[in-house]
């Protein structure tokens, strides 16, 4: 038999699961509660006891999301390579996992307007911005770089990185999309300059 917590444990998935289908397909606001409580089999008080309303529901969906999407970049890491070199690996593959009409709808387009953007910025930071950071610490022990301010490099390449997303959502072709990931990349790498020495990438 269930114990309470699983049965929490399987109503907040439920929710999630649901609910991530709706905003996906439907977007936001044409998606009512109701209709995401009914397809869940979930009472509107079982809902209230997870969450405050429709709102904190897409947080929670919005994180799943955002989440999965940096998951499956670090995954995809090829081995070996620098630091930065494996940081750039990340970075791109998570740029093609931000094409992923999934992620547009809810994380690209979505998430700033529902949540507000320091919010969804905040959300979002929890995975992104503490994987870049970590691959800097590891770059700047290897003594790849120098950085004046870690916290601030990070932030600028995570915001770099959600520009590069929508400029490569909307790109007309794939020699564009191509093009913003270069760049990408020669940023990336480029950091190695900041160790006041020769250039030692390509």
Partial sequence: MATQEERRRETRRKLIATARRHFAERGYTATSTAAILEEA???RGAMYH?????????????ETVAHESVRR??????????????????????????RDPEV????LD???????????RDIEARHS???????????EEEGEVRLTSRS??????????????????????????????????EWIVALAAVRGEEQ???
């Fill in 200 to 202: 030692v990438y390509g």
């Fill in 104 to 107: 547009v709808r809810i994380v």
């Fill in 129 to 139: 911005l503490k994987g870049i950071e970590a691959s800097l610490a590891r770059a």
């Fill in 110 to 120: 979505q998430g700033p307007a529902v949540l507000g953007l320091e919010r969804a």
């Fill in 41 to 43: 089999g979930v009472s």
């Fill in 152 to 185: 601030a490099t990070g932030r600028l390449l995570n915001a770099m990185l959600a520009e590069a997303a929508h400029l490569s959502v909307s790109a007309p072709g794939e020699d564009e999309v191509a093009a913003i990931e270069s760049s990408v990349r």
């Fill in 73 to 98: 970049a670090v995954a995809s890491r090829r081995p070996g390579g620098s630091p930065l070199e494996a940081l750039a690996d990340v970075c791109l593959a998570w740029l093609r996992e931000a």
């Fill in 50 to 62: 997870h969450y405050r309303g429709k709102v904190d529901l897409f947080a929670d969906v919005y």
